[in-house]
């Protein structure tokens, strides 16, 4: 659930007053007001929400890189248009082949150029039993050097997809043959791990299904429905360009304004009165933590990333950060319109306000028709899975012992334009625990990786991102502390993700976890502490980093080691 609204800061307009003051007397403000100056080298003015303010003084002012558009220049008609994902069903030694290329499509009313995996959106979606291996060829087309991570697979660290760790980039007309090896059940999911914040953003992320050979590894359930929750920046000429050289929206993340599921802005679902569908929910936004509701539909969670859960549970909504998977079956009890929405409490920054938002993801027209069989009963009864409790007693000792690392998540910056500067300075803007929005879409657009140092430290030696070296052995459980600072310009929620292991969240702020699963990616909050068992299980170089793409491109990650026995 969204934290609840905190009481307005009533400083906080005050103080705007004298930041706005100090921007006047600012020499880029005289220069950026001058009449009929217009954006340039390609950028355009990002879109705002009308309760945002302006921050006076950033009137013209462009991000410090060049504007980055697929194609540009090519008409649009030369590419083939892109079509809604397929399922590949594969077993043990299949061999799929993936092309990376352009695609031409109309997202909310406009020609769009994109990527996509053989041109579908999203990339197909590969459903294969637990223990096989794949081999997926893959050929880039696309002016990008890329690659495809397959994220929370624990498979050979070959095949991990991390330029200048596991392999080189794929350049363009170049290919790479992927060895997948698929040892747990769950939905995983497929990205570059090259530019996340352009390429994933224009359409490159599928779906990876491991079934379980237990068939009744999940509860009973109608049918399956997959959403993929996606955004991405539009105005009215189309899709906003992204930063060439590095990344633009290095302080929050690039947050859309136009909702997608499954690569659509205007996904629907129609279900029967009783039909229970189980949705495997995937978040492939760059930034943005959803937090989804089914209107008045009971939502009972399953699993999530590597796992099921110790115990189903009945939940109000499901809080699904950047590259998490939940799995819920949901309920349709009441014939008519169902609104499957992302329903949070955004933020004004300046105003230190929350206001209600809701925006539909998906709308499901439940028919009068009865679903059949009946299986309400099963439905209303929560299972406990005590294998998985069994599974988990061995780690249970580490659960409450100290941490064998800290990490603090802080931030860095240098030569932004005074004005954001300043108005960070001023102290009065509010961090919320979670960003559930862009309260500052100007200044976030305007600052670019260039400009912003995300960090995780090691608290011990002081080391931070690359400079840190942990070496483990296959076998080791290791505990590690990560700790979001709030104390630094620009505090924010970050999506910690692990290659190749999987860990379990023990507590969250010295509370012990009552419902484990496994997991790959766990996002820690403004202020808070987040302890994590995490299993060495498979050896090779693996990436730790935020999944936020543009901090991930702004400095937040490393690499540790994990040797064999
Ligand atoms: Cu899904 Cu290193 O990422
Ligand atoms: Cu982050």
């Not at 009744?216 to 991405?232: C, F, K, Q, T, W």
């Not at 931070?464 to 942990?470: C, R």
């Amino acid at each position: 659930m969204p934290p609840p609204p905190t009481p307005i800061m009533r400083v906080a307009r005050y103080c705007l007053t004298v930041v706005t003051a100090a921007v006047l007397a600012s020499p880029l403000h005289a220069q950026s007001e001058m009449p009929g100056m217009g954006m340039s080298g390609g950028w355009r003015m990002v879109p705002m929400d009308p309760n945002m303010i302006m921050l006076p003084g950033l009137t013209g002012v462009v991000p410090v890189v060049g504007a980055f558009l697929p194609a540009a220049g090519i008409n649009p008609a030369n590419f083939p248009e892109a079509e809604p994902s397929q399922v590949v069903e594969m077993i043990d030694g299949d061999t799929l082949d993936i092309e990376v290329s352009i695609v031409r499509r109309i997202l909310n009313g406009h020609e769009m150029v994109m990527f996509g995996y053989n041109r579908q959106y999203p990339g197909p979606l590969i459903r294969a039993p637990k223990d096989a291996t794949l081999v997926v060829r893959v050929r880039n087309e696309i002016e990008l050097p890329t690659t495809i991570h397959w994220h929370g697979v624990r498979l050979d660290n070959e095949f991990d997809g991390v330029p200048g760790v596991t392999q080189e980039a794929i350049q363009r007309g170049e290919s790479f043959v992927y060895e997948v090896h698929v040892p747990d059940a769950g939905m995983f999911w497929y990205h570059p791990h090259a530019r996340e914040d352009v390429q994933q953003d224009l359409g490159l992320f599928g779906n990876l299904l491991v079934t379980s050979p237990n068939p009744s590894y999940y509860g009973p359930a109608h049918r399956e429905e997959i959403l993929v929750l996606d955004d991405i920046l539009m105005d009215e000429q189309g899709v906003l360009p992204w930063g060439e050289s590095a990344p633009t929206h290095a302080l929050m993340g690039r947050f859309g304004n136009v909702m997608m599921v499954n690569g659509e802005t205007n996904h629907q679902l129609s279900a029967k009165q009783g039909e229970v569908v189980r949705f495997f929910l995937t978040n492939v936004a760059n930034s943005r933590t959803f937090n989804v509701t089914f209107g008045g539909a009971q939502v009972k969670l399953i699993a999530s990333d590597v796992g099921r859960f110790e115990r189903e549970a009945w939940v109000e909504s499901v809080v699904i950060a950047p590259a998490e998977r939940y799995v819920v079956d949901v309920r349709f009890e009441e014939p008519g319109t169902t609104l499957i929405a992302n329903s949070i409490q955004a933020i004004n920054h300046f105003r230190g306000e929350f206001y209600p938002h809701v925006d539909t993801l998906s709308i499901v027209t439940v028919s009068t028709e009865t679903a059949a069989p009946g299986i309400s009963d099963s439905f209303y009864s929560l299972r406990v899975h005590d294998e998985i409790a069994a599974e988990l007693e061995p780690y249970r000792p580490h659960f409450n012992r100290e941490p064998d690392y800290e990490l603090e998540a802080t931030v860095r910056v240098q030569d932004l334009p005074t004005p954001i500067v300043l108005a960070m300075e001023a102290d009065t803007l509010f961090f919320p625990p979670m960003e559930w929005n862009d309260a500052m879409p100007v200044m976030n657009w305007l600052s670019t990786g260039d400009q912003v140092t995300w960090i995780l430290k090691d608290r011990d030696t002081g080391a931070e991102n690359n400079d840190i070296d942990w070496n483990f052995k296959v076998g080791d459980l290791v505990k590690i502390r990560i700790f979001n600072s709030p104390d630094s310009f620009h505090p924010m929620n970050h999506p910690i993700h692990i290659h190749g292991q999987r860990f379990l969240v023990t507590s969250m702020d010295g509370a012990e976890n009552q419902n484990l699963s496994w997991k790959d990616t766990a996002i820690v909050p403004v202020g808070s502490s987040m302890d994590l068992l995490v299993e060495m299980s498979n050896p090779g170089e693996w990436m730790l980093h935020c999944h936020i793409a543009e901090h991930l491109h702004a400095g937040m990650m490393f690499s540790f080691t994990v040797q064999e026995q």
